[in-house]
């Protein structure tokens, strides 16, 4: 199994930073790109940021310039610099992992997500 451990979620007042992290551990994998993505109550689940293995970081229009994803792969783990919050910031902030795993003789590329940490901004 894998598992992905988030943390770093907080209340802030805008204006404020967070650091989020994400930490994958378990089976044997290895990590293709993680990120970030973010969900509020009668919203579908958005993408707010990514990053390759070799490092390439894609961002949201909404937090470009405000966010900063970067990645620690001897550690297995992400991490979402968040300054200049805002109250349209708040959510639930779910890591995402695409990582290669063995099934049998191949190679299984798939999809795992952490739990969830809440990111409350207040006005």
């Known amino acids: 199994q894998v598992q992905l451990v988030e943390s770093g979620g907080g209340l802030v007042q805008a204006g404020g930073s967070l650091r989020l992290s994400c930490a994958a551990s378990?089976?044997?994998?290895?990590?293709?790109?993680m990120g970030w993505y973010r969900q509020t109550p009668g919203k579908q689940r958005e993408l707010v940021a990514t990053?390759?293995?070799?490092?390439?970081?894609n961002y949201a229009d909404s937090v470009k310039g405000r966010f900063t994803i970067s990645g620690d792969n001897a550690k297995n783990t992400v991490y979402l610099q968040m300054n200049s919050l805002k109250p349209e910031d708040t959510g639930v902030y779910y890591c995402?992992?695409?990582?290669?795993?063995?099934?049998?003789?191949?190679?299984?590329?798939?999809?795992?997500w952490g739990q969830g940490t809440q990111v409350t901004v207040s006005a």
């Open positions: 378990g089976s044997p994998f290895s990590i293709n790109a």
């Open positions: 995402n992992a695409d990582l290669t795993t063995s099934r049998g003789s191949l190679g299984y590329r798939g999809s795992y």
């Open positions: 990053i390759t293995s070799g490092g390439t970081t």
